[in-house]
């Protein structure tokens, strides 16, 4: 399925300006297209992206201004090319898993050697082919020498400093990594020492962040609230 496959031409036969109509018309072929219903009327070079975040294939179509990211080229320049939050082998256009729970993309992002070292586990590559990158492949991550990357986000300082650490398009609590660490169980972690008042994070998840937090501002083993204003508090 293609997103954004706007049959321009199939609706323009006869090179008039398109009016509002036309477009109307465009966009309704283009639901069906979505929905597998069809593909026709589709022309030009690959542009879009398929559902999944998989890149436009074949004909392509017209959507937006990114390019299809599926070459050797695009899937290692560090660069998210077609704007869907995934650059290079992070990509599904580079790198996806079959039926079958083996790699399948671009050579760039598949290797054949084992992903056990920090600096393979750090690279952007399916060292070993199973469908897994660095932080989300458990060779680097619960294997006998431990964790291999230290910026796995595995931990509750990583979990929550708003920072994508690993560099897989997902920060913090959408990192599937930090399903366990307790600043994404529901309820967060205690917000009641001076360290967590004002780390700038709503450790524990009630809407409200520091001082704003009235387990802060009204704790009297914090301190730093004392002189920061807290009227809005809860």
Same mark, same amino acid.
């Given at each position: 399925?293609?997103?954004?496959c706007?049959?321009?031409?199939?609706?323009n036969?006869?090179?008039?300006?398109m009016?509002a109509?036309?477009?109307?018309?465009?966009?309704?072929?283009?639901?069906?297209t979505?929905?597998?219903?069809?593909?026709v009327?589709?022309?030009?070079?690959n542009?879009?992206?398929?559902?999944?975040?998989v890149?436009?294939a074949?004909?392509?179509?017209?959507?937006?201004?990114?390019?299809? /990211?599926? =070459?050797?080229e695009? @899937?290692?320049? &560090?660069k *998210?090319? +077609? #704007?869907n939050?995934?650059? !290079? %082998?992070? $990509?599904?256009?580079?790198?996806?898993?079959n039926?079958?729970?083996k790699?399948?993309?671009?050579?760039?992002c598949?290797?054949?050697?084992? /992903?056990? =070292?920090p600096?393979k @586990?750090?690279d &952007?590559? *399916?060292? +070993? #082919?199973?469908?897994?990158i !660095? %932080?989300? $492949?458990f060779?680097?991550?619960?294997?006998?020498?431990?964790?291999?990357?230290?910026n796995?986000?595995?931990?509750?300082?990583?979990?929550?400093?708003?920072?994508?650490?690993?560099?897989?398009?997902?920060? *913090?609590?959408?990192?599937k990594?930090?399903?366990?660490?307790?600043?994404c169980?529901?309820?967060?972690?205690?917000?009641?020492?001076n360290?967590?008042?004002?780390?700038g994070?709503?450790?524990?998840?009630d809407?409200?962040?520091?001082?704003?937090d009235?387990d802060?501002s009204?704790?009297?083993?914090v301190?730093?609230?004392?002189?920061?204003?807290?009227?809005?508090?809860?």
């Amino acid at each position: 399925m293609r997103y954004g496959c706007v049959p321009i031409e199939k609706n323009n036969k006869k090179g008039r300006r398109m009016k509002a109509r036309d477009y109307l018309l465009a966009g309704v072929v283009g639901v069906f297209t979505v929905w597998g219903i069809s593909s026709v009327g589709c022309s030009g070079t690959n542009r879009g992206l398929t559902d999944g975040g998989v890149d436009a294939a074949a004909d392509g179509g017209v959507w937006g201004s990114k390019i299809a /990211e599926n =070459t050797d080229e695009l @899937c290692r320049n &560090g660069k *998210d090319d +077609d #704007g869907n939050g995934f650059k !290079d %082998c992070y $990509d599904k256009g580079c790198l996806t898993r079959n039926d079958a729970g083996k790699a399948t993309g671009v050579s760039a992002c598949i290797g054949n050697e084992p /992903e056990d =070292t920090p600096e393979k @586990c750090s690279d &952007g590559i *399916d060292n +070993d #082919g199973n469908g897994y990158i !660095d %932080c989300a $492949d458990f060779s680097c991550t619960k294997g006998d020498a431990g964790v291999l990357n230290p910026n796995c986000e595995l931990t509750d300082t990583l979990c929550g400093d708003g920072v994508d650490n690993d560099g897989n398009g997902y920060t *913090d609590c959408k990192d599937k990594n930090c399903a366990k660490s307790a600043k994404c169980l529901d309820g967060g972690v205690p917000e009641n020492t001076n360290e967590l008042c004002s780390d700038g994070l709503d450790n524990d998840n009630d809407g409200y962040v520091d001082c704003a937090d009235y387990d802060c501002s009204k704790n009297a083993n914090v301190s730093v609230c004392k002189d920061a204003g807290t009227t809005d508090a809860k």
